[in-house]
């Protein structure tokens, strides 16, 4: 199991970008699908992307396609999320995920370990 520590959340206007950072340790990152998910107040924790562990494979949730791109360096044990044009509902807390396998799942049950988060508030 890895530990997840993410970075780089914060505040920011209607419009702009933030890119978010997931550091892990442990086992073997590369041989694992890794996540973003996100919660809003008083909402279930819902995928936002998936990278599986080559990062050749990746999936976006339909209310951020186009708008966020995922991806990960095997060599820095890291994995990312790239976000623009962010709009007032994408304020959630940040969650990194570990998958229990090399693919990526929207479920949230089926992912194995969680970072602590990282608040995202965009402003209108």
């Known amino acids: 199991q890895l530990e997840l520590v993410e970075s780089g959340g914060g505040l920011v206007q209607a419009g702009g970008s933030l890119r978010l950072s997931c550091a892990a340790s442990?086992?073997?990152?590369?041989?694992?699908?890794m996540g973003w998910f996100r919660q809003a107040p008083g909402k279930e924790r819902e995928f936002v992307a998936g990278?599986?562990?080559?990062?050749?494979?990746?999936d976006y949730a339909d209310s951020v396609k186009g708008r966020v791109t995922i991806s990960r360096d095997n060599a820095k044990n890291t994995v990312y999320l790239q976000m623009s044009s962010l709009k007032p509902e994408d304020t959630a807390v940040y969650y990194c995920?570990?998958?229990?396998?090399?693919?990526?799942?929207?479920?949230?049950?089926?992912?194995?370990?969680w970072g602590q988060g990282t608040q995202v508030t965009v402003s209108s």
């Open positions: 442990g086992l073997t990152f590369s041989s694992y699908g």
């Open positions: 995920a570990q998958a229990p396998n090399g693919g990526y799942y929207p479920r949230a049950s089926l992912w194995r370990s």
């Open positions: 990278i599986n562990w080559s990062g050749r494979s990746t």
